[in-house]
Each structure stands twice: as structure tokens, then as C-alpha cells.
């Protein structure tokens, strides 16, 4: 596609339930990248894909959160047991490698626990 | 540590010409970025320097690097209703890209 899309564009979920958000990169693009902003506040990095690999996890805030990426193409971020503080937009972004290649932004998800 | 600091606010009149700062802590940078994010739409890049530059002129922006403080300025020269925005910087160390918590720019009529 022409730029990074992602998916719901919204969503209102309850306490408790789980929420599955999706991410379509530039085409040909092999890093992915995901990140949290919270109302008022900077990003927050929580993971990065390689291809199909997440070297590094270290910024997904808790094991209820869990991400994939197949086909070095579409990724999804995966909330369980939704909390409160969970509230947040949910941005992707990729780029063509790893190196200092810029990051093209989507939307984002807003998402809402009630 | 990778901690990138900039000011929260900042409020300039049209045709002025704004300057937002970005310090940053880890002296491994390799690229520095500018996005600008306006409101309900995603990051979107400005510009970007990489750090053996100390200047990077586009239009009406400059990027100024001062490396030995750590320290990355933007300039947004003839400042324009549609700049109002938040604008973050970041910089890239080992394949992680660190945001500061952005600037949001008010212009004033």
C-alpha cells in the first residue's frame, strides 16, 4: 500500500476482555515497529520486528502483551485481560531496515478500557 | 541511559520564527529525527540528521546538532498556522529509535 495502515482505527473494550490490534506495513519494508502514546504523553517503544523476528521485547510492558508479525508483512499487537492503564493510541511504524532508515508512521489505534 | 528531553509547550506568533530543543543523554547517536505530529494523525517525518552533521537546512527548516552538549534544535522559520502541532525528536542508537515527549507548538494569529 501507499503508506502504514492499522486497524481498528478505534476501540472501546471492557476491563478484562481481550483486544487484537493489526498493522500493515509499506510493502517491502522488513522492520516494524510498535509503540504506545499515552494522552499527553511521548512514545513509548514496546517492540520491533526484523522480518519475522522480535529480537527484543523488553518494551512490552507486561506478559499480557504479545505481538506477531507473518509473511514480514502484517503484524498484530495483542492485549489480554485489558486493564484500565491500558488506555492508549497504539501507533506502528516501518521502515525499509533496521540501519537509520525512517519510520513511516500509520494512524494509529486509539484504544479505550472502560 | 537513552533519556530524550524536550519542553513540554511553546508559543509563537505567525511569521515568527520558532525554535524547539531536544536534549538527549547517550552520546551513541547515529541519526536524529524530527516528526511532527498533528492532531488525531500519526507521526510524520520532518527531517533528520545524522550525527557527524552539525547543520541541515530544508525550506524553512533547520536542524542544528550541537554534539558535544547533546543537545538538537529545530527552526521553523516564518512560523505558519499549519505548523501548530507537537514535534518530537528521537534518536536512533543500537537499532531502537528513543522519542522525547514532544513540544506542542501554538501559533498565534
Known amino acids: 500500500g501507499a503508506g502504514v495502515s492499522q486497524s481498528p482505527s478505534n476501540k472501546v473494550t471492557e476491563k478484562g476482555k481481550d483486544v487484537e490490534l493489526r498493522c500493515d506495513p509499506i510493502s517491502g519494508h522488513t522492520a516494524l515497529y510498535w509503540y504506545r502514546q499515552r494522552l499527553g504523553q511521548g512514545l513509548e517503544f514496546l517492540i520491533y520486528?526484523?522480518?519475522?523476528?522480535?529480537?527484543?521485547k523488553s518494551g512490552l510492558p507486561s506478559d499480557r502483551f504479545s505481538a506477531e508479525r507473518t509473511g514480514e508483512s502484517v503484524s498484530t499487537l495483542t492485549i489480554q485481560r485489558t486493564q484500565q492503564e491500558d488506555s492508549a493510541v497504539y501507533l506502528c511504524a516501518s521502515s525499509l531496515g533496521l540501519g537509520g532508515d525512517t519510520q513511516y508512521f500509520g494512524p494509529g489505534t486509539r484504544l479505550t478500557v472502560l | 541511559g537513552e533519556d530524550v528531553e524536550q519542553s513540554l509547550f511553546l508559543s509563537v506568533r505567525e511569521g515568527d520564527s520558532s525554535v524547539i530543543n531536544c536534549t538527549y543523554t547517550?552520546?551513541?547517536?547515529?541519526?536524529l529525527y524530527w516528526y511532527k505530529q498533528e492532531p488525531g494523525a500519526g507521526l510524520q517525518l520532518l527531517t533528520y540528521i545524522f550525527s557527524n552533521m552539525d547543520m541541515k537546512q530544508d525550506q524553512r527548516l533547520t536542524v542544528l546538532l550541537n554534539k558535544k552538549d547533546k543537545h538538537l534544535s529545530l527552526r521553523i522559520a516564518d512560523t505558519q498556522t499549519g505548523d501548530s502541532a507537537i514535534y518530537f525528536c528521537?534518536?536512533?542508537?543500537?537499532?531502537?529509535?528513543?522519542f522525547g515527549t514532544g513540544t506542542k507548538l501554538q501559533v498565534i494569529p
Open positions: 528521537a534518536r536512533k542508537g543500537y537499532q531502537k529509535v528513543t
Open positions: 520486528f526484523q522480518g519475522n523476528s522480535a529480537p527484543d
Open positions: 547517550d552520546s551513541s547517536s547515529t541519526y
